[in-house]
């Protein structure tokens, strides 16, 4: 099919206004998915409490006037000392009690001689006594063990020189003459004596066993 000069001009002229009413959609179209800077200090006027979210752990302040005032980062709550001193005395209770009430008749109790590094002069004496009489009542055991473990710990007294902190343990004790293992839940009542910069335990004593 030939077709005349007049209606290449047609078809030229079809083809332009469609192209030029496509760039006019797009234009349109582009406009309204970005919003211009008026929205944008729109939305941040309505958003709660006058900020917005930028991202996790930081928020933008947005003032009066709808402008960004500051960018400022959450932050966790600082400790006091006082908080502090109480943290670090229930982790070195919760340490001292379980590794204290950890022991076997095969390592010859040397779990609780290293721990007389933490304890005062009488309290050094008295683990020495306490070692004897666990030896003693354990003799006809072949193979004994206890293993322990701080479940909770609660500070009851607490003054600039001294301590009272008792543990709540799980004590699993094993022995070759046993049938099985007896779990047993048992406090530790824990008196500390402060020396220097460091809290020396100055009272040891199990409470009675809760099977």
Same mark, same amino acid.
């Given at each position: !099919? ?5 209606? /290449? ?10 192209? %030029?009413?496509?760039?006019? *959609? ?6 309204e ?12 006027g309505?958003? !709660? ?5 930028? /991202?996790?752990g ?21 400790l ?5 001193? #109480?943290?670090? *005395? #229930?982790?070195?209770?919760? @340490? ?17 001689? @290293?721990?007389?590094?933490? !304890?005062?002069?009488?309290? &050094?004496?008295?683990?020495? /006594? ?6 003693? $009542?354990? $003799?006809?055991?072949?193979? !004994? ?14 003054? @600039?020189?001294?301590?009272? %902190? ?6 699993? &004790? ?19 004596? &402060? ?17």
């Amino acid at each position: !099919m030939i077709i005349s000069n007049r209606g /290449k001009i047609i078809l030229a002229g079809i083809a332009v206004l469609v192209i %030029v009413l496509g760039i006019i *959609l797009y234009v349109v179209l582009r406009s309204e998915a970005v919003p211009n800077s008026e929205q944008l200090a729109n939305q941040a006027g309505n958003s !709660m409490n006058g900020s917005l979210s930028v /991202k996790s752990g930081n928020r933008l302040v947005i003032n009066a006037d709808n402008q960004p005032a500051a960018i400022t980062k959450d932050t966790a709550p600082v400790l006091d000392e006082q908080q502090q001193s #109480e943290i670090n *005395l #229930e982790r070195l209770a919760t @340490d001292f009690a379980s590794r204290f009430g950890s022991y076997s008749t095969t390592n010859n109790y040397e779990n609780i001689r @290293d721990l007389q590094l933490f !304890m005062t002069t009488e309290v &050094k004496t008295w683990s020495e /006594k306490y070692i004897t009489q666990e030896k003693a $009542k354990n $003799k006809d055991s072949v193979v !004994m063990g206890i293993t322990t473990q701080g479940l909770a710990t609660k500070i009851q007294e607490l003054t @600039d020189n001294s301590a009272t %902190v008792v543990v709540s343990t799980q004590r699993i &004790k094993t022995a070759q003459s046993a049938a099985g293992p007896e779990i047993t839940y048992q406090d530790l009542l824990l008196k500390f004596s &402060k020396q220097g910069d460091s809290w020396l335990v100055s009272w040891i004593e199990w409470q009675t066993p809760r099977l």
